[in-house]
């Protein structure tokens, strides 16, 4: 008989085969006239593989439609779920199941996510019977809301969730989806089903993670504000003396809604699914799964570390190599990623670690559809103003754009600027040793007359 492990692997593999859109997958059958049924994943996780799954490492490169973007520091204390909090991305389910999980058990992340370096984390998912170690940089985007005490887990959660459930680094693929299957992804057995409010509140008083999601057409108030369609709830509390649960949402404002009847959770006109997170009785994922001295020590996964090398022979800077962006934001067109969005004040600098100090050749490869211009620095003072950005006629059209700067050795800053009501894209900026021109030798031209053919034979003599 096949293993449940094997099995679950072969249907998760026909699962993430299915690139039909879930509608597509959902739709009724003609002839019976029945709904067919979507399977999100196979939950069968033998006991015996509990904590000594198959690992497989996965090393995030660029991540489309970061926006702006910082280096952020990695908080070795316990993850609080106040410092889960939902900013421009409609990734609420994603949220509060983190949410959740951190209220029940704070030291619960010390195992999802691990540093390596000040610039480097492993986080670690639970994924089609295997934990997936995704290598991801502390580069984060400055677009989504963070906490005060400026913890980047929950951000390297949607860093790295993104390449986890679509296998694009794009943050946009964080949008939509179901509480149960972070849940799941989490190492938590995670179900979903419909509304019963006395399962709900045993399932809570149990230690288990319930979260809720609404109606896209849910409409009415709660004690806090109106409800939110298509949104994601978590249940924290109940009052066994008035019947009345307490909710919450990914958000900081308004994020505990008391008084919540149960009848509104099984009304069905406000909630339509309940998921459940249950704790396994060993852990799935270990933070002793990562060899943290061997990720340090591997040259092919040494951090993008604040300095790019520019040897003596020059260096190629790739639009998302470790740029500090500011009013723009990484795209991916075509498979090709640049820098665009460049609004207002917008700049991309980038730390150098420079070989030799010279004279180098800029080469900036731009796209632009009316013109432009930018400045150039080197360690904040202005050696380039005003290069210009010609027209190319496309976005994605990118033509180089030349520039002489002279570049120290050792630590450089390198800041393009953008000129206020400017806009164009950037792409690679290819850095080189400027030609020197040497002075032409000075050469003397002797005229030699021969009579006897009447022909004229220049002699060089230098």
Same mark, same amino acid.
């Given at each position: 008989?096949?293993?449940?492990?094997?099995?679950?692997?072969?249907?998760?593999?026909?699962?993430?085969?299915?690139?039909?859109?879930?509608?597509?997958?959902?739709?009724? /059958?003609?002839?019976?006239?029945?709904?067919?049924?979507?399977?999100?994943?196979?939950?069968? =996780?033998?006991?015996?593989?509990?904590?000594?799954?198959?690992?497989?490492?996965?090393?995030?490169?660029? #991540?489309?439609?970061?926006?702006?973007?910082? @280096?952020?520091?990695?908080?070795?204390?316990?993850?609080?779920?106040?410092?889960?909090?939902?900013?421009?991305?409609?990734?609420?389910?994603?949220?509060?199941?983190?949410?959740?999980?951190?209220?029940?058990?704070?030291?619960?992340?010390?195992?999802?996510? #691990?540093?390596?370096?000040?610039?480097?984390?492993?986080?670690?998912?639970?994924?089609?019977?295997?934990?997936?170690?995704?290598?991801?940089?502390?580069?984060?985007?400055?677009?989504?809301?963070?906490?005060?005490?400026?913890?980047?887990?929950?951000? &390297?959660?949607?860093?790295?969730?993104?390449?986890?459930?679509?296998? =694009?680094?794009?943050?946009?693929?964080?949008?939509? $989806? &179901?509480?149960?299957?972070?849940?799941?992804?989490?190492?938590?057995?995670?179900?979903?089903?419909?509304?019963? /409010?006395?399962?709900?509140?045993?399932?809570?008083?149990?230690?288990?993670?319930?979260?809720? !999601?609404?109606?896209?057409?849910?409409?009415?108030?709660?004690?806090?504000?109106? @409800?939110?369609?298509?949104?994601?709830?978590?249940?924290?509390?109940?009052?066994?003396?008035?019947? !009345?649960?307490?909710?919450?949402?990914?958000?900081?404002?308004?994020?505990?809604?008391? $008084? +919540?009847?149960?009848?509104?959770?099984?009304?069905?006109?406000?909630?339509?699914?309940?998921?459940?997170?249950?704790?396994?009785?060993?852990?799935?994922?270990?933070? /002793?799964?990562?060899?943290?001295?061997?990720?340090?020590?591997?040259?092919?996964?040494?951090?993008?570390?604040?300095?790019?090398?520019?040897?003596?022979?020059?260096?190629? &800077?790739?639009?998302?190599?470790?740029?500090?962006?500011?009013?723009?934001?990484?795209?991916?067109?075509?498979?090709?990623?640049?820098?665009?969005? =460049?609004?207002?004040?917008?700049?991309?600098?980038?730390?150098?670690?420079?070989?030799?100090?010279?004279?180098?050749?800029?080469?900036?490869?731009?796209?632009?559809?009316?013109?432009?211009?930018?400045?150039?620095?080197?360690?904040?003072?202005?050696?380039?103003?005003?290069?210009?950005?010609?027209?190319?006629?496309? @976005?994605?059209?990118?033509?180089? +754009?030349?520039?002489?700067?002279?570049?120290?050795?050792?630590?450089?800053?390198?800041?393009?600027?953008?000129?206020?009501?400017?806009?164009?894209?950037?792409?690679?900026?290819?850095?080189?040793?400027?030609?020197?021109?040497?002075?032409?030798?000075?050469?003397? =031209?002797?005229?030699?007359?021969?009579?006897?053919?009447?022909?004229?034979?220049?002699?060089?003599? #230098?």
């Amino acid at each position: 008989m096949m293993r449940a492990l094997e099995l679950a692997k072969r249907l998760n593999a026909m699962i993430a085969a299915d690139t039909r859109p879930l509608e597509m997958r959902n739709r009724f /059958s003609r002839r019976s006239g029945r709904k067919r049924t979507q399977i999100e994943s196979v939950r069968a =996780i033998p006991a015996e593989t509990a904590g000594a799954l198959p690992i497989r490492k996965q090393t995030q490169g660029p #991540v489309a439609n970061m926006g702006n973007s910082a @280096w952020g520091s990695f908080s070795t204390d316990p993850l609080t779920a106040d410092a889960i909090n939902q900013g421009n991305l409609a990734d609420c389910y994603l949220l509060i199941a983190m949410y959740l999980v951190a209220r029940l058990r704070p030291n619960f992340f010390d195992d999802i996510f #691990v540093k390596i370096d000040d610039h480097t984390a492993i986080v670690q998912w639970f994924y089609a019977g295997y934990i997936i170690q995704v290598r991801t940089s502390l580069l984060i985007s400055t677009d989504y809301d963070h906490p005060a005490n400026a913890d980047v887990r929950p951000e &390297l959660a949607e860093k790295t969730w993104c390449l986890i459930r679509s296998g =694009i680094s794009d943050y946009a693929k964080d949008n939509f $989806g &179901l509480i149960e299957n972070v849940f799941y992804a989490l190492g938590l057995d995670g179900s979903y089903g419909a509304l019963d /409010s006395a399962a709900i509140i045993a399932a809570m008083q149990a230690g288990k993670a319930v979260g809720l !999601q609404t109606t896209p057409t849910a409409t009415g108030r709660n004690a806090v504000e109106d @409800w939110i369609a298509g949104h994601a709830y978590g249940v924290i509390g109940f009052d066994a003396a008035t019947k !009345q649960l307490t909710l919450a949402q990914p958000w900081h404002a308004a994020r505990e809604i008391p $008084g +919540v009847d149960a009848a509104t959770i099984s009304g069905g006109k406000v909630f339509n699914l309940v998921h459940v997170g249950a704790f396994p009785a060993a852990p799935r994922i270990l933070a /002793s799964m990562v060899d943290v001295a061997s990720e340090r020590a591997a040259a092919v996964s040494a951090p993008a570390t604040a300095a790019i090398p520019v040897p003596a022979t020059g260096a190629v &800077l790739q639009p998302e190599q470790n740029a500090t962006l500011s009013n723009c934001r990484l795209e991916n067109q075509g498979g090709k990623v640049d820098i665009g969005y =460049i609004t207002g004040a917008a700049y991309a600098e980038y730390p150098l670690a420079v070989a030799s100090a010279g004279d180098y050749a800029l080469s900036i490869d731009m796209a632009c559809v009316t013109a432009g211009s930018l400045d150039i620095a080197v360690n904040g003072v202005v050696v380039a103003a005003g290069v210009t950005v010609p027209n190319t006629s496309a @976005w994605s059209i990118f033509h180089p +754009v030349a520039a002489n700067v002279k570049l120290p050795a050792g630590a450089v800053t390198l800041r393009l600027s953008n000129r206020v009501g400017a806009q164009y894209n950037i792409g690679a900026i290819s850095i080189a040793p400027a030609e020197v021109v040497a002075d032409d030798p000075i050469v003397a =031209i002797s005229v030699v007359t021969t009579r006897r053919s009447g022909a004229v034979s220049p002699t060089a003599v #230098v």
